[in-house]
């Protein structure tokens, strides 16, 4: 059956067209839904699409039984519940790249207007005011100001590059940009927002809104500005204290802002900001609003939402790791390695566990291995007694709440396989393990609780744990051919200090519960579990 998708919100004819000529996808477009006709026909659809007039909720995703992907044509998504989404394991794609150079050319313009009094100016000119304008709206240069970027990723940066044109001086805060980014950007690097907006001109922000980011320009941060400083918000509403802004106008500190985005849209008329006639400019929410940026979104989502449901890669999605196509080919094999480990492990491993830990031997752990330990979470509690749907997105929170945690890390140490994956679980003192790696281009799982073994990563087994003595093996051999079951392979181990031994034998079928008792009751055997992988 074709996978079917929801376009709820207006986009590019162009990407609606690019869903449905796909033939393993049918879209339908349907806008302007209210929230209970929305809820009403959600759960026929395997992805969404929307834009920012489709609120998706938790009611809405509780309705979306067979919902994978929500795919948002823009960057924000304040209107997709995201930890909702997190517990329904629906990933959630945006579009970072379409409106870039439109918003930041709209950020840019918002500042050149609020300096030069733009809005005022043609005010007075309509209104007959020629040569009073003249006098009461003169501007101030760029020239020369020292601007702050409160965020330095893709808008960030096209904003830089037209200040710097501009002759600004420029210093940015971002958490994740490094020295040597910021030498290469040639702007000066800030640690804290508060040593970036000090002693600035102008502050332009290009930020999500979080519960970080919320309120980032408030009242104690606007005075650290230079007097008749400016403040530009083309990202999100939330971001500026609308009330401290006001305020800090009002006293002369700050001269002035350029605001496209208010914490409440529309905002309200008598919204005090709104009274301002100088050094202002105000726009409703145009960042992305060109008829190059509405094009580019629509065709990104489209494409992206659509080469998920057909070939499961995984672009911009913001609550899991992306996984394009050349990144899915490099790790693919590290993909069904991880998945078999994650469900051999619930199968073997310590009851009620404290803690997964997943380690890179290696160089191994040079690759991106965020999507490999998800993995192997994920197939470990599908195969445990976990109640509900798990997947790649909601393992992480299922995990939190059975009081699961998940450790990643990077080990160093020599090993005698040029890269190894090791999975571990932990409860109290007891650890279990089990190791695998590749050799050449196949998967191999080649250590089960410190015994060395060599066995295949699909198929189906009969592991078995015994007293290390003669005759065991063969007892387990002569079970399963009085019962006609027929052996593909067989690894065997040992630990002759303790005295156990271990035999992982790979079968044509299942075993059934009465050879599974047989192989039990052979004396000396500690250990007897068939496995499906």
Known sequence: MAHRVLVSDPISEIG?????????????????????????????????????????????????????????????????????????????????????????????TLMLSAARNIAPGHASVLAGEFAAGRKANQGIELNGKRLAVIGMGRIGTEFVKRAQAFNMTVVAFDPYLTQSRADELKVELADTPDAALTGADVVTLHVPLTDDTKGIINAERLALMNKGALVVNCARGGLVDEAALKA???????????????????????????????????????????????????????????????????????????????AREAIGPYLDLSASLGKLLAKLGLSNPDALRVSYHGPFAKKDTALISRTVLTNFLESSRCDGQVNIVNAPGIAAQMGLELVESTINAQTEYNELLVVELRKGEERFRLAGTLIGSSPRIVEIDRLYVDTNI???????????RPGIVGAVGTTLGNEKVNIANLSLARNKTQGNALTVIEVDEPLSPEIMAQVRAIPGVTLGTGVSL
Do not use: W
């Open 458 to 468: 699909r198929g189906h087994f009969l592991i078995v744990r015994n007293d290390d």
């Open 248 to 326: 800090a106008i009002d006293s002369g500190h700050i001269a002035g802002c350029g605001l496209d985005v208010f914490e409440n849209e529309p905002p309200a008329a008598d919204h005090p900001l709104l009274s301002l006639n100088k050094f202002v400019a105000f726009t409703p929410h145009l960042g992305a609003s060109t008829a190059e940026a509405q094009e580019n979104v629509g065709i990104q989502v489209a494409e992206q939402v659509r080469d998920f449901l057909a070939t499961g890669e995984i672009r911009n999605a913001i609550n899991m790791p992306s996984l394009d196509a050349a």
């Open 16 to 108: 609606v067209a690019l869903l449905n000529d796909h033939p393993d996808i049918e879209a339908d477009f349907n806008t302007g839904l209210s929230p209970e006709e929305l809820i009403a026909i959600i759960g026929d659809y395997e992805g969404l699409v929307v834009r920012s007039q489709t609120k998706v909720t938790p009611e809405v995703l509780a309705a979306a039984k067979s919902l994978k992907v929500i795919g948002r044509a823009g960057v924000g998504v304040d209107n997709i519940d995201k930890e909702a989404a997190n517990q329904h394991g629906v990933i959630v794609m945006n579009t970072p790249t379409g409106n870039t150079i439109s918003t930041a050319e709209h950020a840019f």
